[in-house]
């Protein structure tokens, strides 16, 4: 046996990768205790309790984090419109650091020195965890199997994986012939890895997992209406829930990307974001209606740096926090309602109203003046096109000389 090397908190999923991590930190001479975030994954907590102690957990902690994973970090990168290259909704990268924050606190509570996970040397989850538990306790020490030569040498791939399980009765509930990896929580499930890794290869994965909705924005999201049965939600958590399953049976939110991972290498990934799309799209149409055009505009420059930080891990970085608050800044004009319908992997607006608009019907209407001159306009375009005079003047001057 090793010699004791004192308490570790392990963020433990009850897959084969932390299952076996769990039984080799105990070689190792760690005192293991179990940490299972719910953040929304279809799973049985009770039987992965009864694994983890079975596999030698000293304690379990089961910790029901939906709530604040929508309020605390979903609803932010909603009020940012946040996309990280365009087209990904950042569901796992948002989960992360809310994992990690009550990973720290359960660390702390225990006295625990250390803390551990099960992310792969190559992807974005280490990061994201360790750069999270690094901001919220500076002395905590985090192990990393996937980085210990000891380990990745040991365990090269899954097979190995597969032999140290049956070797010592670890039940796991995925074999040797899975497809892919997959990540599931509110806000999304992604699959990768296996089979996904040639980009050629054509998922023929099941739609997505969320028929006409209204939501309803406030800052955040505050209540959805289906326009069909009139049935509400009001509660972020049951509102989000909701969107999920409705938009799901139509396949919003599905995408198959390539994407560039923080450590510098591309991977391919299938997202379904079914609540987030919906919300995406109500709140950029109610923004739309809302916010001023330059504030937009910088708004938009903020979001798009707010994206790449919540990706690459910096959800607790001084910058991070800054963003957050100049976002939720632009946002108190953010007020109104949208009506939408989904159908077949798509989301359609359909139409919005708001006490806080910009929009208004009787300047902008071709039948009506309203307090605007139309021949004010004239000067508008002489002064506009005066820069364009020039540089055209002096671009035809320069190729006079040219040819000359």
Sequence with gaps: MAQPKGTVVLAYSGGLDTSCILVWLKEQGYDVIAYLANIGQKEDFEAARKKAVALGAKKVYIEDISREFVEEFIWPAVQANALYEDRYLLGTALARPCIARKLVEIAQREGAQYVAHGATGKGNDQVRFELTCYALCPNIKVVAPWRLPEFYQRFPGRCELMDYAKKHGIPVPVTPQTPWSMDENLMHISYEAGILENPKVIDHGRPASVAATGPRAARVPVKVTNAGDGATRCSALELFVYLNDIAGKHGVGRIDIVENRFV?????????????????????????????????????????????????????????????????RSQEGVVGTVRLSVFKGQVYILGRESLRSLYNEELVSMNVQGDYEPADATGFININSLRLKEYHRLQSKVTMKQDE
């Design 264 to 328: 510098g290498m591309k991977s391919r990934g299938i997202y379904e974001t079914p609540a987030g799309t919906i919300l995406y799209h109500a709140h950029l149409d109610i923004e739309a209606f809302t916010m001023d055009r330059e504030v937009r505009k910088i708004k938009q420059g903020l979001a798009l740096k707010f994206s790449e930080l919540v990706y690459n891990g910096f959800w607790h970085s001084p910058e991070c926090e800054f963003l957050r608050h100049c976002i939720g």
